[in-house]
């Protein structure tokens, strides 16, 4: 499993939907853009100054810049900064 450092989280990103709740088909560039959404599987420790309340298994909003892609036993995720999540759903 991939163990995060000071300050940073791990999160398994959500599958891309295809189409709106309206039936709208979004071309995989427009779906792409609207994946932004993950569930926390590892916490780092919290730094000093920034506290960070969030836990595994709660599913975050995260700025879409944010991080990098981590391939690890064929599952991809996203590794980023505590700042950089929005909010907890």
């Not at 569930?39 to 709660?58: H, N, Q, S």
């Not at 590794?79 to 929005?86: P, S």
Request: proline share 4%.
């Amino acid at each position: 499993m991939i163990r995060p450092t000071v300050g940073k989280v791990v999160l398994k990103k959500e599958a891309t939907p295809d189409k709106t709740k309206g039936g709208i088909i979004l071309s995989p560039s427009s779906a792409e853009e609207s994946a932004i959404y993950g569930k926390i599987v590892a916490t780092g420790l919290a730094m000093k100054d920034v506290p960070f309340d969030g836990r595994e298994g709660d599913r975050v909003a995260y700025y879409r810049q944010a991080g990098i892609e981590v391939t690890h036993d064929d599952t991809k995720f996203v590794v980023i900064n505590h700042a950089d999540i929005l909010f907890i759903v």
